[in-house]
């Protein structure tokens, strides 16, 4: 610390403008999705939820959290909110694929049929997701489904990406991995913010897919 009067003060003011900085993308993930969080019972109709992948257990099955967002995608398109649902995830290497495993779990148990399910398995982090749903398979209009810590940075990410979304935020009860997901999500502020003014098209952009379109072309 320093010893004067005059730099302790400015040792403070310097810290202080640091700790602004550091908020300033999670205040504007706020600002920015405003009246855009919902519940299940709440959400706007969609022509498509996408669900993003959030981890799977050592046996390839989702995750607790995981299962708790593909149940509420199931909640949407049972409540007829919703008409197709694109799994977006991880599928880096041949023994993990988040997307399969996802797509399996809602045709088995939320009881979803297949041709009304589809997968992303370049979907390697939000911005990816987001930006390859617009760009790939043409998505403009949607409901996002992830954890209530980090919808918002999901929903600023798909704005960035040209989509016009709605979030529903699968809450969860407080852990030592929720405290710990919650303060990571200040470190995703500033990451999204990057991504959102700096990336203009996903890692892995890939050919347009045309499943959604005909799943919602058949549906109309």
């Given amino acids: 610390m320093p010893r ?10 310097a810290f202080m403008l640091l700790s602004v900085a550091a908020l300033l993308p999670s205040a504007w993930l ?8 919902h519940t299940v ?13 959030a981890g799977l257990r050592p046996d390839g099955e989702p995750s607790q959290w995981l299962a708790h967002r593909l149940d509420t995608a199931a909640e949407l398109y049972h409540s007829g909110r919703t008409q197709a649902l694109l799994v977006t995830g ?12 996802m797509r399996r779990y809602l045709m088995e148990t939320g009881d979803i049929p297949a041709d009304r399910i589809v997968t992303d398995h ?19 209009d949607a409901l996002l489904v992830s954890q209530e810590f ?7 990410l798909c704005d960035a990406a040209g989509i016009d979304a709605h979030g529903v935020g699968v809450p969860e009860r407080l852990s030592g991995v929720w405290i710990f997901s919650t303060l990571r999500e200040m470190a995703g502020a500033v ?4 991504q959102a003014a700096f990336t203009p098209s996903p890692d892995f ?8 379109d005909e799943i919602l072309s058949e549906a109309s």
């Avoid at 004067?4 to 003011?13: C, H």
């Avoid at 706020?30 to 969080?37: A, E, L, Q």
């Fill in 150 to 156: 980090h919808i918002r940075r999901a929903l600023a």
């Fill in 41 to 53: 019972g709440s959400a706007p109709s969609a022509p498509v939820t996408v669900v993003f992948g």
């Fill in 30 to 37: 706020h600002v920015t999705t405003d009246g855009r969080v």
């Fill in 191 to 194: 990451t999204a913010a990057f």
């Fill in 90 to 101: 991880d599928n880096s290497t041949d023994d993990y694929n988040e997307p399969d495993a």
């Fill in 205 to 212: 952009p890939g050919p347009r897919e045309t499943s959604l």
């Fill in 4 to 13: 004067t009067v005059r730099g302790k003060r400015r040792a403070l003011q």
């Fill in 122 to 140: 370049a979907g390697f982090n939000t911005w990816n997701s987001c930006a390859r749903a617009r760009s790939v398979f043409g998505v403009t």
